[in-house]
C-alpha cells in the first residue's frame, strides 16, 4: 500500500450508522470538564494536570493539573498537510478538532469494554483480526493491568493526533488512517517493577489531606476509514497500544 492522510465520517448511507460513525458526527459531544493549558502543538508528554472542582461539605476543592510537551515542527507541519489534502480531495467539512473529540470518546468507550472482557461489544468497532490477539493478550494480564485499560473521559488528561496516512491498494481501494495517542490517569495499584517510568500523581479528591495516587499512563489507537465510492462510511480502530500494559 502507498501511504497518504483522513477524513470525518459522512454516515448518509440506507444502513443505520455504527457507534464509531455516531460518535464522530454527534453534535451534542460528550465535553470533558478539563482544561488543558497548552500554548503549541505537543508531540510528547513530560507532565499532565487538569482542573476540576467538587462540593465536599458545602466548599468547592480544585485541581489544577498542567500538560507540558515538546513540539516536533516536522510532524506538525506534515499532519496540517495532510488535513488540508483531505478537506479538498476527500472531505470539504473535515475538522482535526470534531475529530480528535469523537476519537477520544471512542477510546473511552473502546477501552472501558476491553478492561470488562466485552470482546463482543467490540464487533464493527475493532478489527475482526485485531480482536483475537487482543483477547489473547488480555487472558494473560493480572487484573491490576486489565482494570488499568479502562480509560473514563474525566481521567483522559490529552489527546493529540499522530501519524496520518492515506492508501491505496492493488485494485484502487482508498483507505484513510489517524492514530491518535493518549495520555490517561489510573487509580489501578500496578506492580512498580512493570510500571517503570510511568509517572505518579497524587491526586485530591476531596478535604484537606486526602488524596489518591494515579499513574499516568498512554496508549495509541488508530482509527481507519475506507474512502472507496459506494463503501459504507464507517470508521473502524486497526491498532490498539496501551504503554506497560498492552503492547
Known sequence: ??????????????????????????????????????????????????????????????????VVGIPNPFIWFRTRIYYFLIRTYFDKEFNIEDFTEGAKQAFSHVSNLLSRCQFEALEGLVAKDLVGKLQEKWDVLPASHKRALSADPDDIMYTTPGDVGIYYDEDGRKFVSILMRYWYLTSAKLPEETMEGARIFQVSIGGEGETETKRLLTANYEFQREFTKGVVPDWIITRIEHSKLLD
Do not use: H, W, Y
Not at 7 to 30: D, G, I, T, Y
Open 1 to 66: 500500500m502507498m501511504a497518504l492522510p483522513l477524513l470525518r465520517c459522512s454516515c448518509n448511507v440506507s444502513r443505520p450508522p455504527s457507534l464509531l460513525c455516531l460518535l464522530f458526527k454527534s453534535n451534542a459531544l460528550v465535553q470533558n470538564r478539563i482544561n488543558v493549558t497548552r500554548t503549541i502543538p505537543l508531540a510528547s508528554v513530560v507532565s499532565t494536570v487538569r482542573k476540576f472542582s467538587s462540593d465536599r461539605g458545602g466548599e468547592k476543592q480544585n485541581q489544577k493539573v498542567v
